[in-house]
């Protein structure tokens, strides 16, 4: 299973948009900052998004200001493809 | 499909795109080329595949703007689903970018298991060479369902100053011409500024005279002044229902020429009319303010 | 809690409350008044009494103030307000504990209640909690549960005797050493002085604070001498510029402003919108918004209404310049516009919330009007409304009017985003009841319009209509598709507050967040 090969982002911390920043590690590390009623439906999204392709290894750095699903979906999927990942 | 209003929204603004389907446009364009800087496409194309994939976009129909070179082109496209209505092609300059287009299209179209030629192609013309080519770039594809210009690219290509109205008539002229001799729909382009209302109404009724069906909005405020500038009057509206009526009428009998008021009327003609009537009936405005004002006093505008 | 029950709307509500009895809500008219009304002692003045201090410290000398005893305040000063934490802070240089304060809202400027809280000296605070305070108050900061009540809501109470005032401290903007005065002339203006009105009338005694104290006679008389003991003049009573801060402007994004459309289409559909049509609006943005709109279609329509009622900004103001209106009742102004409007323009009347909201009284306005434009934290499937609390089940603003307006109006619409940020504001079940769904007609997003079924005329009104009628389940639907949800709030079921409806009937519990 292919891992994180570099550093990498998408996104920003504007309302209603979502940071996702990845990186190379030896693990599926996925850490979170969103309002305390999100974090289960976050976490969802991007998981989502790590499983579809398969990703063996990385960190994952979330920083939600209310964005909706679609946009943290799409925003981890750019952030795993310019880290390395064929998405 | 009508065209009065084509909204543009950036791919790159996930507000932007989360509310596109609101404002009831009849287009909403979700662009990939113009709106996005030129390290951010992929970006983008994640964010629009999403939001088509996840979002409401109520009554409008799904265009995207492709960006113009072949590669990157061909990336955007394959954002499509069969929900999608089509793309919106720019600095379309020959028929062998259309060919292309349409080549890329039949393979999708096989592979999404839809109809051949489902996805429509509205190609923008930005350059002196594309406004030369309108008329065969117009003629050249079943897919294609209306043409537009982009004026600020186009006016710098023609070496033009300013420009107003008057510089650009020949160009706006030359587009509408191309999309009637073809049957689709010639589309102006976007009125820029978004503060001026009155402007904007001024611009549209202009628009109207010269022959288009519809015009670019770069805010949703600016939808709901376009769809009212381009509803027909009781006059159109009248005429047209003769003519569809006319056209029913010789079909139910089995007769293929149209005649109304004595002259015989082409299809392209019946297909105009069959479109001012659902003109006449689509959502204009949410408080129909123009049409109170037309209705109850005459006088003009706020 | 003591003892629960279940009210009409299915929210669990006490049966006491401090030793007194509460009835639990039944229906939007369903409870009337009982006894009589509270009766504040007897005063008087001599030729050679002066009744002007030149200090807080003074004051509270004067009235006797004590341990225990409730004082009260109004917030026509809004965000820029000092008299609140004047006062308290030489009530706790004084020694005092235990007090109960009863504002008619709390700002952020109160923040400093938090440690008064802590420390002792503040006891409870019952009425309105928001903000900061709020926010402390759904971690148990105080010692009991506290009332919530809207503004027309706490007229009832104190005057009811329910909510007993022993010392009022009224900042005024001029006052005359008798204690004539006014919130609409001096450097510190602020308007019409709706909230206090209630308090000069039934506090056992009445504290004037001024920075603007003028020869006696003041002849705008928003609250007359003959109900005020004390003058305390201070240098200053407020920031002019945290005044008229607080209050919204009118929104410019894009679907809010097609919120705002379709609430007055909907409107206008149901066949409301006529000559002497008469409204409220709220003073978030959409709600103004919504009443742009609504000018611009009574001007071209040629309709005149008879009257506004507010919550004045300067939007309302037009309309009124501009004979699209007769009259303006004004119980608190959100903007200078409204502020030189009430003092110059004889058709700009101020009135009090008593007048306003009250429903135990025999002339409230909210029961007269056509239409109102509320907001909402959020809204559920049975059209019961929160503004009180957010998703989070924290306590973040007070009720203000809203429960007065909806239940008056005879078309109440609540103008809202589907969504904020991904939150959905229509939600299966709200956390908090602020207004029940029995006195909300039309709720507008602007994703589409849903229609409270129990309102046959407005559904058979809005039938033909152009605009995106939705059942308020597809509504629900869509936020949640569009959104991804978020997860249920994590309280525990210890009431923090409890809601009182206007006519002091159990609305809903409010519970400590975990």
Redesign the interface.
């Given at each position: 299973m292919p891992g994180i090969q570099n550093d990498a982002s998408?996104?920003s911390e504007e309302?209603?948009?979502v940071s996702v920043i990845v990186g190379p590690d030896d693990d599926i590390v996925i850490e979170i900052e969103c309002a305390p009623l999100a974090r289960s439906r976050v976490e969802a999204a991007v998981r989502g998004i790590i499983e579809e392709h398969a990703v063996g290894s990385g960190s994952v750095r979330v920083v939600d200001r209310g964005?909706?699903?679609?946009?943290i979906?799409?925003?981890t999927?750019?952030a795993l493809?310019?880290g390395g990942i064929e998405c | 499909m009508l065209m009065r209003s084509r909204l543009y929204v950036p791919g790159i603004q996930?507000?932007m795109?989360?509310?596109g389907g609101?404002?009831g446009a009849d287009i909403v364009v979700l662009d990939l080329e113009d709106s996005v800087p030129a390290d951010r496409k992929?970006?983008a194309r994640?964010?629009v595949?999403?939001?088509i994939?996840?979002?409401?976009f109520g009554r409008s129909a799904v265009f995207i703007r492709v960006n113009s070179d072949r590669e990157t082109a061909e990336l955007d496209m394959r954002v499509l689903t069969p929900a999608c209505a089509g793309i919106l092609f720019p600095k379309c300059e020959s028929v062998d970018q259309i060919r292309f287009i349409d080549t890329v299209f039949d393979r999708m179209e096989g592979e999404m298991g839809i109809d051949n030629g489902h996805f429509k192609i509205i190609p923008i013309i930005e350059s002196a060479l594309g406004l030369s080519k309108a008329g065969e770039i117009a003629l050249s594809e079943d897919r294609i369902v209306a043409i537009t210009l982009g004026v600020e690219d186009l006016s710098s290509d023609l070496g033009m100053i300013g420009p107003d109205e008057t510089a650009l008539l020949f160009a706006k002229s030359t587009i509408v011409a191309a999309a009637r001799a073809a049957g689709i729909e010639p589309l102006d382009s976007v009125f820029s500024r978004v503060d001026d209302a009155d402007g904007l109404i001024e611009a549209c009724r202009y628009s109207k005279s010269l022959g288009f069906s519809g015009r670019g909005a770069i805010?949703?405020?600016q939808v709901e002044t376009i769809h009212n500038a381009f509803a027909p009057d009781e006059r159109e509206v009248e005429r047209a229902r003769l003519i569809v009526e006319a056209a029913e009428a010789a079909e139910a009998k089995g007769i293929g020429a149209v005649k109304v008021d004595g002259a015989m009327v082409d299809p392209p003609v019946v297909k105009r009319a069959q479109r001012t009537i659902e003109a006449a009936s689509a959502?204009g405005s949410?408080?129909?303010?123009r049409k109170?004002?037309a209705d109850?006093t005459g006088e003009g505008e706020? | 809690m003591t003892g629960t029950t279940e009210n009409s709307i299915g929210r669990t509500v006490p049966t006491e409350v401090r030793g007194r009895s509460v009835s639990p809500y039944a229906g939007v008219f369903a409870t009337g008044p009982a006894g009589n009304k509270a009766t504040p002692p007897l005063g008087s003045h001599r030729p050679s009494d002066d009744k002007v201090v030149d200090s807080i410290a003074e004051a509270i000398k004067r009235v006797d103030l004590a341990d225990n005893m409730t004082v009260s305040f109004h917030h026509h000063l809004r965000n820029g307000d000092w008299v609140m934490n004047m006062v308290m802070e030489e009530i706790e240089k004084a020694g005092l504990k235990g007090m109960r304060l009863l504002p008619s809202a709390i700002f952020p400027c109160h923040e400093p209640m938090i440690a008064m809280a802590e420390k002792g000296v503040i006891d409870l605070i019952d009425g309105s909690l928001n903000g900061p305070l709020g926010r402390a108050a759904s971690s148990g900061l105080f010692p009991e549960p506290t009332f919530i009540r809207s503004h027309g809501g706490r007229t009832r109470a104190v005057e009811s005797g329910e909510a007993h005032i022993d010392v009022a401290f009224l900042a005024a903007s001029e006052c005359d050493p008798l204690g004539n005065a006014n919130g609409v002339n001096g450097p510190s203006a602020f308007g019409p002085m709706g909230f206090a009105w209630i308090d000069a009338q039934y506090a056992d005694r009445v504290v004037v604070v001024t920075d603007n104290l003028v020869p006696y006679p003041v002849t705008h008389m928003s609250i007359p001498s003959t109900h005020v003991d004390v003058v305390a003049v201070v240098p200053q009573i407020g920031d002019p510029e945290g005044i008229m801060s607080g209050t919204t402007r009118m929104t410019r994004s894009?679907?809010r402003?097609?919120i705002a459309?379709?609430a007055?289409?909907a409107l206008?559909d149901s066949g409301y919108l006529k000559d002497g049509f008469s409204f409220q609006a709220g003073a978030g943005g959409i709600s103004l918004a919504a009443v742009g709109?609504l000018h611009?279609?009574m001007?071209?329509?040629?309709i005149v209404g008879s009257f506004a009622m507010g919550g004045i900004t300067g939007v309302v103001v037009d309309m009124l310049r501009e004979g699209t209106l007769e009259a303006i009742l004004d119980a608190q102004a959100f903007d200078l516009a409204a502020v030189r409007s009430v003092s110059e323009d004889p058709a700009h009347v101020e009135v009090s919330h008593y007048m306003f909201g009250n429903p135990h009284n025999k002339g409230c306005v909210t029961h007269q009007q056509d239409a109102c434009f509320l907001g909402a934290t959020e809204v559920d499937l049975d059209f019961n409304v929160n503004v009180n609390t957010h998703s989070d089940g924290l306590l973040l603003h007070g009720i203000g009017g809203h429960s007065d307006a909806a239940a008056g109006s005879r078309v109440s619409l609540i103008v809202i985003p589907l969504l904020r940020g991904r939150i959905p504001v229509i939600v299966d079940d709200v956390v908090t009841v602020s207004t029940p769904g029995d006195s909300v007609d039309i709720v507008a997003t602007?994703?589409g319009i849903a229609i409270n079924p129990v309102r046959d005329d407005l559904v058979d009104a809005l039938k033909g209509s152009?605009?995106p009628i939705l059942d308020i389940g597809d509504l629900r639907k869509?936020a949640i598709?569009?959104g991804g949800g978020i997860d249920e709030p994590e309280l525990t079921d210890e009431p923090i507050a409890y809601v009182e409806y206007r006519d002091g009937t159990m609305l809903d519990t409010i519970y400590r967040v975990k």
């Open positions: 998408a996104g309302k209603g948009d964005a909706l699903d679609p946009i979906r799409a925003r999927r750019t493809r310019r | 996930p507000k795109l989360a509310a609101v404002y992929d970006e994640d964010l595949s999403e939001s994939r996840s979002m409401d805010h949703p405020n959502p949410v408080l129909d303010l109170v004002e109850d706020e | 894009p679907s402003l097609l459309r379709y007055v289409a206008a709109y611009q279609y001007k071209a329509k040629g602007e994703r152009d605009l869509m598709e569009m």
